[in-house]
C-alpha cells in the first residue's frame, strides 16, 4: 500500500461546517434505505470512486479485519478510494441487509446530527457487520461520514454454541474425560494462553467455540488471583453492563461496581463452567522458535517441578496492561530510613498501618484507593503528588461517557460494542473535548475543592479528558468514588508543592526544604510497559522485532493489541503466531474474538494479507 500522506486536521461534522439543517419531520428509514441501496450497488461493482461520492470529503472509513485482515482508520476521500480500489476487488462483498429496525436520526448536540444504521455483508471468507453514520449537507443530501466494517465469523467455521452445542448425553464419562482435556492427555493443545486473567480465559473460550483447543498457563494458585491478591479495597470503577463477558453474562442481580475480590470468583466459576483448561501454579519459562514443524516451542514448569514442551503455531500473550517489573523512583537515602517501604503491589491492608503515619506517593487510581481505605480505618495518611491528575467522579462520568450504549435498559452487548467501535478514535476525541468541559460543570464543587486544597488537576490531553490517557498510558486518571472528597476535608492530608529530593530516617526531605514524617512509604508509581514481559520470555535476538504495546498508531488504532506482536515491523514474520491481548473486561470481550477469528484463518488456511 502507499505510504501515509500528512494527517488531516479533524473536525466534527457540525450542522455548520457541513451547511446542513436537518428537518424535524424527516423520514430517516427512508433516507437511509436510499442512500444504502445507491451504496451497496457501488461496493457490489467494487467502484472505489463510486462509494467515495456517497461520502462527505472528510468521511472516515475503520476496518476491523473485515476488508484488510487488520485494523485500519482511514480519513478522507482521498485515502478511503485508495483502500476500496486495493481492497474491493479482493473480498468480493456480497449479501447486504439493512437493519431497518436499528436506523436512526442521533442529535448528540444541538449542532451534531447523524443518520445511524447497521448492516450486514459477507466477504469471500465471512460474515461482516456495518456500521454508517449519514450528515446532511448544503444541497439537502445526506452523505456518509463515518463507514465502519467489521468481521464477524469465517464462512464454513460457526461457533458451537446454540444449535451446535454438545448434544448427547454423557453417562457418568464427564470427569474423566474432563480430566484428560484439562491435562492435554489425548490432544495437544493448538494454542498456549499466557496468562489467566479475564483477556486470557475469553481468548480460551472464544477459540474453544471455534474448535481449537488453547491451554492457559497461570502462574497463580488459583484463576482469579490476579485480583484477589490485589489490596482489599480494589473494586472495578467501569459498570456491570460494560464489562460482561462473552457466553456468560453477569446475573441481573450483580452490583453495578463489582468489589475485585467478587471478580476474582466469578473467574474461577467462568473458566470451570466453561470448561477452560488452565493450567494453575505454573510458568512459562519460555517461548523459542519451533523444531518440529510448529512456530513455537513454548516450556512450561508445573507446580510440582515437572518441565513439558509444547509444539504450537500460536502464542497468546495475556498478561495484562503492565509487566512484573514495578516502576519505583530511585529515591536517595533508603537505606537510612527506619520504617517500610514498599510499592502498592505489596499492599494489602490498611489496617495493616494502624496507628502508624503513611506516606502514599502517587496521585492516580491506585493512591486514591490506598488513601481512602487508610483514611477510612483512622490512618493518618498523606497523598504525594508529583503530577496533576484527571479527575472524574463516578456518579456523572460514566452515564456521560457511556451514555445509553452501556445501560441498565440499553441494547444488546455486542450490538453495544460495535456502535462503540464504529467512531474513530480522531472523532472520539473531539466529542470527548465537548463532554469533559460538561463533566467538569458537574464535578464543579468537587474539581474547585480539590483545587483550594492544592491538588493539582488536568482536563487531559488537549481538553479531551480520560479517553487518551487510557489509549495512550493506561494512566494519569482517577474515577472519583469518594477519595476527592476526603482530600477536601483533609482526612487524606496531600503535598502537591515539592519534589522528593531524598529519604530522611524518619520520613522524606523534599526540594523545597519541607519534610514528612513517616512509618510507613507506598509507592503507587505503576508498572513497566507490558512488552517488557513479552521479551522475558522471548530470545534476545527476537527483541527488536517486538513493536510497541499499547498507546496509539498515526491512525488512532491501537499497537499491537489483539494481533502478531511484530505489527507492521520489517521483521515481523520472525514472530509470527504472537499475538498480544489485553484491556479492561470490555475490551477483552471485543477484541477476544477477533484474535480468535484469526488464528483460526490461519490454522485453516484462509487468512489473507494484511493490508
Not at 439537502?140 to 446454540?162: A, C, M, Q, R
Not at 506516606?359 to 483514611?375: F, L, R
Not at 529530593?501 to 519541607?514: I, K, Q, V
Request: charged share 25%; with cysteine.
Amino acid at each position: 500500500m502507499a505510504a501515509a500522506t500528512q494527517a488531516p486536521v479533524t473536525l466534527l461534522p457540525t450542522l455548520q461546517k457541513l451547511r446542513g439543517t436537518v428537518d424535524p419531520d424527516i423520514d430517516a428509514q427512508a433516507v437511509a434505505k436510499a442512500w444504502f441501496a445507491t451504496f451497496v450497488g457501488a461496493v457490489s461493482a467494487k467502484d472505489a470512486t463510486a462509494v467515495v461520492d456517497l461520502l462527505v470529503e472528510d468521511a472516515f472509513w475503520r476496518d476491523t479485519l473485515a476488508l484488510t485482515w487488520d485494523y485500519h482508520t482511514y480519513e478522507g476521500r482521498d485515502r478511503v478510494k485508495e483502500f476500496l480500489a486495493d481492497q474491493l476487488p479482493k473480498f468480493s462483498l456480497s449479501a447486504f441487509k439493512l437493519h431497518e429496525d436499528l436506523v436512526g436520526l442521533q442529535t448528540p448536540f444541538e449542532d451534531l446530527a447523524w443518520i445511524q444504521g447497521y448492516f450486514t455483508f459477507d466477504t469471500t471468507v465471512g460474515h461482516a457487520s456495518g456500521i454508517f453514520r449519514l450528515v446532511p449537507t448544503a444541497n439537502g443530501s445526506w452523505k456518509g461520514h463515518t463507514v465502519y466494517t467489521n468481521l464477524e465469523d469465517l464462512k464454513g467455521f460457526p461457533e458451537k454454541i446454540g444449535p451446535l452445542r454438545n448434544q448427547e448425553a454423557n453417562h457418568g464419562k464427564w470427569a474423566e474425560e474432563r480430566r484428560e482435556e484439562q491435562e492435554c492427555l489425548e490432544e495437544e493443545p493448538g494454542v498456549i494462553i499466557v496468562g489467566g486473567g479475564q483477556s486470557g480465559l475469553e481468548a480460551a473460550v472464544r477459540l474453544k467455540v471455534l474448535g481449537i483447543k488453547a491451554l492457559v498457563i497461570e502462574r497463580n494458585e488459583r484463576v482469579g488471583d490476579n485480583w484477589r491478591k490485589r489490596y482489599a479495597a480494589l473494586c472495578l470503577h467501569d459498570p456491570v453492563w460494560y464489562d460482561h463477558m462473552p457466553y456468560l453474562p453477569f446475573p441481573p442481580t450483580w452490583p453495578v461496581y463489582t468489589p475485585a475480590l467478587k471478580l476474582a470468583d466469578w473467574l474461577e466459576f467462568y473458566a470451570q463452567s466453561l470448561e477452560l483448561d488452565v493450567w494453575t501454579s505454573t510458568r512459562v519459562v519460555s517461548v523459542e522458535p519451533g523444531t518440529k514443524g510448529k512456530k513455537w516451542t513454548v516450556k512450561v514448569v508445573r507446580r510440582d517441578g515437572r518441565e513439558r514442551l509444547f509444539e504450537v503455531n500460536h502464542v497468546v500473550f495475556a498478561l495484562g496492561f503492565s509487566s512484573d517489573t514495578i516502576r519505583m523512583p530511585n529515591v536517595p537515602g533508603q537505606d537510612e530510613f527506619k520504617g517500610q517501604v514498599l510499592h502498592s503491589s505489596k499492599h494489602k491492608l490498611a489496617s495493616d498501618y494502624l496507628h502508624k503515619k503513611v506516606i502514599v506517593v502517587g496521585a492516580c487510581t491506585s493512591a486514591h484507593d490506598i488513601c481512602s481505605d487508610c483514611a477510612d480505618h483512622g490512618v493518618d495518611v498523606t497523598m504525594v503528588q508529583r503530577s496533576s491528575t484527571y479527575v472524574m467522579s463516578t456518579k456523572n462520568g460514566i452515564p456521560m461517557l457511556l451514555g445509553a450504549l452501556y445501560a441498565e435498559n440499553g441494547p444488546p452487548t455486542d450490538l453495544a460494542d460495535r456502535i462503540n467501535s464504529s467512531f474513530p478514535n480522531a472523532i472520539v476525541k473531539l466529542i470527548h473535548q465537548r463532554v469533559t468541559k460538561v463533566l467538569a460543570e458537574a464535578d464543579k464543587d468537587i474539581l474547585d475543592g480539590l483545587r483550594k486544597v492544592g491538588f493539582k488537576v488536568n482536563m487531559g490531553e488537549d481538553g479531551s479528558g480520560l479517553l487518551q490517557l487510557v489509549w495512550k498510558k493506561a494512566g494519569g486518571y482517577y474515577f472519583d468514588v469518594g477519595a476527592s472528597q476526603k482530600i477536601i476535608d483533609g482526612k487524606i492530608k496531600l503535598k502537591a508543592d515539592g519534589h522528593i529530593a531524598r529519604f530522611t530516617p524518619t520520613g522524606l526531605l523534599f526540594e523545597d526544604g519541607s519534610t514528612l514524617d513517616a512509618d510507613v512509604v507506598i509507592f503507587a508509581t505503576g508498572y513497566e510497559n507490558a512488552r517488557e514481559a513479552y521479551l522475558q520470555l522471548l530470545p534476545a535476538d527476537l527483541h527488536s522485532t517486538v513493536q510497541p504495546v499499547w498507546g496509539i498508531n498515526e491512525e488512532g488504532e491501537l499497537n499491537s493489541v489483539s494481533r502478531e506482536i511484530g505489527g507492521r515491523g520489517p521483521d515481523a514474520c520472525k514472530v509470527a503466531g504472537l499475538w498480544s491481548l489485553m484491556g479492561n473486561l470490555a475490551m477483552c470481550r471485543f477484541f477476544s474474538k477477533h484474535v480468535a477469528l484469526q488464528i483460526k484463518a490461519y490454522e485453516e488456511g484462509i487468512f489473507g494479507e494484511r493490508y
